[in-house]
């Protein structure tokens, strides 16, 4: 190991983990974009969805969120807050609802609507290894449940309290204390941190080392290490780095009856590999203290491009080709024609938009028969040594080649602005509409199929349980044998029975998908949402091999009940 | 997925499951490469380890070799040949031999000096998976042992029948008659295929949809695609293509008591990843009845270059800075001092050696200041599209830099003779000499660490248990983070007492390198040699998961007991 960087005392890493977030909605508390802000896309909303525009639904106030008083005594409490430290506890309303549930659709309709059935009994945020084996300890004898938290910005209901009547209580364990770089290996590239640790705090002690993670999940501004390997997480360059899956290279776990210290090899033979079994485990196992990762050098160049295909299955077939020839671009997003219309309306993504230059090219194009109405918007990037960059980029222009050219403005505002897109959904809620995504992958001669199967039950699903609705797709990873598949969804909130309307939605596509044999997911997870199907994947005895995994570590079933599968 | 191509009736298919090879040694039985035809390397063996030439250890006939009785009954015998058909159950000595150990130097030793205390009672050859879930209910009710046989050339005792004497009998299914590929997806590049297909027969299915596996381990014509598996296996090319674990995508897995069926799919986010429980699970699992794997499109070019570096460490640090500035050929090959000295004795490694231009190429080295009697020589590949094999060899050879061009012979002559060289091996043991390999991985940082580590046990070890001794390594296979250390150990056998010598060396260079922080294995895995260590590397509690984990597929251990872990 090289120099140890303790980021402990890190004014940067300080104000990141205590600048408020909304208890309500997404990200930052001082920080929100309004659907206004972009007229076009507005108005074409209100089109496509037959909206009234002056629906509003307004956020309560927090005191005006109805939660369970806490189950725990005051005794309990003392003895809760002896084991993590004083000041490390909290029973707070406004933590409580905050650790309540994730960030879905469902969970921000239930938050605004102030109808929470549940809410841990007390949040603990430790500071240690220590703290954490004497919690769960302590939790195994007086039964109470353990919910691990790292961002909280999960959407398939993994941090949700579930424990049923037979737990005493519902411990809440957030990370968020267990920030810090404990070692970089500069030589090796490997930095060891502790799971609270926040995406951009990372980032920074990497930067001073010209390393990055690679990294980049829509949540990274919140999200944490320990979230990421817990949930299998992807981010936007994972064509590029992969997924968290192959960063990770050691760990420690922290369960109720067994300590897992997965060293990290570059290469190892070691029987089946365990940290594998802690990889995607979702805080049913136990809990994560400690994380050792590749890092890559910082890129010297990046660069963008844009390219407009006439449908989104010549440009699925333009993404296979460059995945099966290793002309795959570091980040590669394709919208379908319907999602290329909802960029288009929302000029790009940001406020500055397509206009001027951009607005020209777009005239242009028309005169050679690509309309943007009727298109496949492909936004490219890559990243790297300055030479890599061009070659890498030159070949996948030319595998792009029956699209029209953008530019690169597009791609290059996507990227800049693309932790910006979750705050806009807020403004869609606050003005009744409904909107999550649905995830899943598929292998090449496999992905048109699962992607009409899943568009075709949405749209089918919407107008069952709401009317008007828009099914917007994209392809943001991108695998030698297959790719990922997103869905957008936007309807009409049915008041007061949204949960209820988005459930019977999900249900029907996720049956779709898995009938036309996609994944049940290819990063957000199972959760709580997804668990009930997740027999179909893996099938009966897999869940039972699961749960035998689950009963070695965690004989009593506390860890995060409810959650991929059962205890027993 | 595309069309089915089946190989059952191909005759090149049929040819090669049926050619003979050695019960006494390595490859075809017609096929041998006698020490003698590179008299220079030779002649330094001799000097270096001060051999007697005159010193011949001939090969019994199989006759000579003692096994015990097969201890089944002719009614078992014949329920068993009911479950697997008619022609399917062997009993014949020379199958019993020949599936009692594999081909590490200490079974080659036990198989001449027919030494054998073990044999299998019988041998199956289960042509569907059908057959396979009878034998193992029957073996369940009778407490039969199951070893699972792939191409029997593992080192690390893998397939040795190791029952006790709780067991009834020990049968060793082999594989080889599950040879067909089922499936070929070209448009995803996915090739279903089952156990037994040996390397060459899913090369040639392949290459007829211009595709390749990409995977070459140095057994490659003898291994299988469920050995590769089940052993966690990792080729020649793995810079530019993966371990085998990053090839597979989808198994069938009949366990004694669950079946397991991973669904191929190029990313999930469905829980903790149960493929990753049977790769590298040796057969104590289940038995692997089918596997999916990632074939990539056939390299359209294919170069090759040679440097010579003023030492290991020079050479090391190169590899280091080309695999953290994405710039690794797809085959490195770095040789420490010891191995380029033994390697420029062998002249390159064939026949043909480094004579005429290179020898001229290395006159005029040596005026230079390079000597490949001091220095350090790498071999490279690259493989793939014309215009990235230009690229990627630029940017490695630029990295190379501080070393001299040995031109591409070396390199190009090593590739393509690369499965011949263990064929040398039974003729160093014909001349009384011991010879065996002892393989790791460690991070860059601590490369040279474990290197010196392990190379001074063997010095050490070989001194005190033989005298004279020769101790060489290299490293093949290339990560972000680090790298595998392969030492080939050459030293005088004390005749009568060779698994004994052996034993202590490999004792004392597993503990060396494990005190240093290296992998117990890169890539053989770890069988019985290595399970004695294996809580070093994964911990107490992490044996008592995997043991959860035997208990739910193999309640009765029935399983190839003895390697890995314990049943209980």
């Not at 500069?186 to 990055?212: D, F, M, N, Y």
């Not at 791609?411 to 003005?431: C, G, M, N, Q, T």
Request: proline fraction near 5%.
């Amino acid at each position: 190991m090289g120099p140890v960087t303790s980021l402990s005392a890190d004014p940067f890493a300080a104000r990141m983990q205590t600048r408020e977030v909304k208890w309500w909605g997404w990200g930052w508390d001082d920080r929100s974009r309004p659907i206004e802000g972009f007229p076009v896309l507005w108005t074409y909303l209100q089109q496509r969805l037959k909206i009234d525009p002056h629906i509003r639904r307004s956020v309560p106030p927090i005191g005006a969120v109805q939660i369970p008083p806490s189950l725990l005594s005051p005794d309990e409490i003392s003895e809760l807050e002896k084991l993590v430290g004083e000041g490390n506890l909290s029973l707070e309303p406004r933590d409580r609802v905050s650790h309540a549930v994730g960030r879905s659709y469902k969970d921000l309709v239930r938050l605004r609507t102030g109808t929470l059935l549940r809410a841990p009994d007390a949040i603990l945020f430790p500071e240690d290894e220590g703290a954490i084996r004497a919690v769960l300890e302590f939790a195994r004898r007086r039964r109470y449940a353990i919910v691990p938290f790292g961002g909280g910005t999960g959407v398939v209901g993994g941090v949700e309290p579930l424990a049923d009547g037979t737990y005493a209580a519902s411990l809440t364990l957030d990370l968020r204390r267990m920030h810090r770089v404990k070692a970089i290996d500069e030589q090796s590239g490997l930095v060891v941190a502790e799971p609270g640790i926040r995406g951009p705090i990372l980032e920074e002690a990497l930067a001073a080392k010209s390393l990055t993670l690679g990294h980049f999940p829509q949540s990274w501004e919140f999200s944490t290490l320990g979230g990421w390997v817990a949930t299998r997480a992807a981010g936007g360059l994972s064509n590029r780095y992969g997924r968290i899956d192959d960063l990770l290279v050691g760990l420690r776990l922290v369960a109720p009856a067994r300590f897992l210290d997965v060293r990290a090899l570059p290469g190892q033979d070691h029987g089946p590999d365990l940290k594998e079994l802690v990889l995607g485990s979702e805080g049913i196992l136990g809990v994560i203290t400690e994380v050792t990762v590749r890092a890559h050098p910082l890129p010297a160049a990046r660069r963008f491009a844009s390219r407009l295909f006439r449908s989104f299955e010549e440009g699925l077939a333009a993404l296979r080709s460059m995945a099966r020839k290793d002309a795959l671009p570091d980040m590669t997003y394709l919208s379908d024609e319907e999602e290329t219309r909802f960029m288009a309306a929302g000029r790009g993504i940001g406020p500055g938009g397509a206009g001027g230059a951009a607005g020209l090219a777009l005239k242009l194009l028309g005169l050679r028969g690509y309309r943007i109405e009727q298109g496949s918007l492909l936004l490219m990037g890559f990243e790297g040594a300055r030479d890599r960059v061009a070659h890498q980029r030159r070949r996948a222009l030319r595998l792009a080649r029956p699209a029209a050219s953008l530019g690169a403005g597009s791609a290059k505002r996507w990227y800049a602005e693309r932790f910006e897109i979750p705050y806009v959904r807020d403004s869609f809620l606050d003005h009744g509409i409904l909107v999550d995504t649905v995830e899943t992958a598929a292998s090449w001669s496999n992905a048109l199929n699962v992607y009409h199967a899943g568009a075709k039950a949405l749209q089918l699903a919407l107008w069952e349980e709401g009317g008007a609705g828009l099914v917007l797709c994209h392809v943001s990873h991108v695998y030698p044998d297959g790719a990922s598949l997103y869905f957008t969804v936007y309807g009409v909130a049915r008041e007061g029975q949204e949960v209820a309307q988005w459930e019977t939605i999900k249900d029907a596509v996720t049956r779709a998908i898995l009938d036309a044999g996609g994944a049940l997911s290819h990063h957000h997870g199972i959760g709580a949402d997804h668990a009930p199907y997740l027999g179909r994947v893996v099938g009966e005895d897999g869940l039972l091999v699961l749960r035998a995994l689950k009963r070695e570590l965690d004989p009593e079933g506390i860890m995060n009940p409810g959650k991929l599968v059962r205890a027993r």
